[in-house]
């Protein structure tokens, strides 16, 4: 067990549906990260937050968004959903901004119908 | 895009030491060698990392050669459990340097 927690563990919804998915990070862990995992594209970075800051940005789209909120849990909301956007997403944590260890979560696995 | 390049498959004997090489060519002075794991769907899990010196946790041992191009990530004594996904990832430390994944290296440990 990480100490990452993520909810739901699975979602099924259908195209053009909104969806948000939740990480609670690793108790005094500030920084939370979200990724991305599709069978073709491997592992995608998409955001990270630190301290309710957004800090660094990947391979996210316009129709996702994200925010880290004052008791630094965080969630990754995801607009019109395409079949595409199925995959498993991840949260990690880790305690700093800088060249530390993350921790992941068990992900969520969203199909979109 | 990753800036590391490992072996798509390896296999390694129950009991015996798995070694999974990662070449990284063009790493620079200032970015750490990471190797994390990720058994079926689950999670990434961190193994080790390192700068320029060879470390040793309880999970594994990294050796990195002089010239920093290359490392192996050690095993010493690989069960059936170690069956995974293995990534080398090469990062600068600091906020906006961010973990790339790439393909990895999938290791089967066989009875």
């Known amino acids: 067990d990480s100490g990452v927690t993520q909810t739901p563990k699975h979602l099924i919804t259908a195209t053009g549906q909104r969806v948000t998915l939740r990480c609670s990070p690793r108790?005094?862990?500030?920084?939370v990260y979200w990724y991305q995992q599709s069978l073709d594209q491997g592992l995608q970075f998409l955001i990270q937050?630190?301290?309710?800051?957004?800090?660094a940005k990947g391979n996210i789209l316009e129709r996702f968004s994200a925010q880290q909120f004052p008791d630094l849990h965080s969630e990754l909301n995801l607009s019109s959903l395409e079949l595409g956007d199925s995959a498993l997403y991840f949260c990690?944590?880790?305690?700093?901004?800088?060249?530390?260890?993350?921790?992941f979560g068990s992900g969520t696995q969203l199909s979109v119908l | 895009d990753a800036k590391t390049t490992q072996p798509p498959s390896m296999d390694c004997a129950e009991g015996r030491a798995a070694n999974l090489p990662c070449n990284h060519s063009?790493?620079?002075?200032?970015?750490?060698v990471y190797w994390y794991r990720q058994i079926h769907s689950q999670g990434p899990q961190y193994i080790i990392h390192?700068?320029?010196n060879n470390e040793t946790n309880e999970m594994a041992s990294l050796i990195i050669t002089e010239d920093r191009k290359s490392s192996t990530l050690i095993l010493p004594h690989a069960t059936l459990r170690d069956t995974a996904v293995y990534y080398c990832?090469?990062?600068?430390?600091?906020?906006?340097?961010?973990?790339?994944f790439g393909p990895g290296t999938r290791l089967s440990v066989l009875p």
């Open positions: 108790s005094g862990d500030l920084s």
């Open positions: 937050y630190y301290n309710g800051e957004e800090r």
């Open positions: 990690a944590s880790s305690y700093g901004q800088g060249n530390e260890k993350l921790f």
């Open positions: 390192g700068l320029k």
């Open positions: 990832i090469v990062r600068v430390g600091g906020y906006g340097q961010n973990f790339v």
């Open positions: 063009t790493i620079s002075g200032n970015e750490y």
